[in-house]
């Protein structure tokens, strides 16, 4: 059964740092791009980072570069978000994403690009 499995999330102090992981099974991870979006209580779901199919590419969302870095092994069939300085706003349940590809050198933060989603996990900021 194909399926994402995220983990890494928790309660974690402002300023602190979680690594997220984003385990894929069934998929050929390397036809895909990925994605790292998050939704926090009563808002949209946003996306926050991607990576491309070749690695080469990575975008971030405003708010989190400089801080967040998004990384991946086709190998082994995971993905990574590392979060660093953490603050309340980073608080949302985060999910990984895969959007198949055609373009090695392309990933997006849009949604309904993606159509492969893990269930989530919680990442929560406070003291």
């Known amino acids: 059964q194909s399926q994402l499995v995220e983990s890494g999330g928790g309660l974690v102090h402002p300023g602190g740092s979680l690594r997220l992981s984003c385990a894929a099974s069934g998929f050929t991870l390397d036809l895909y791009s990925i994605g790292w979006f998050r939704q926090a209580p009563g808002k949209e779901r946003e996306g926050v980072s991607c990576i491309s199919r070749s690695d080469g590419i990575t975008y971030y969302v405003d708010s989190v570069k400089g801080r967040f870095t998004i990384s991946r092994d086709n190998a082994n069939n995971m993905a990574w978000l590392q979060m660093n300085s953490l603050g309340p706003e980073d608080t949302a349940v985060y999910y990984c994403?895969?959007?198949?590809?055609?373009?090695?050198?392309?990933?997006?933060?849009?949604?309904?690009?993606?159509?492969?989603w893990g269930q989530g996990t919680q990442v929560t900021v406070s003291l």
């Open positions: 994403a895969l959007d198949v590809d055609r373009d090695f050198n392309h990933c997006s933060l849009s949604m309904r690009e993606y159509g492969v």
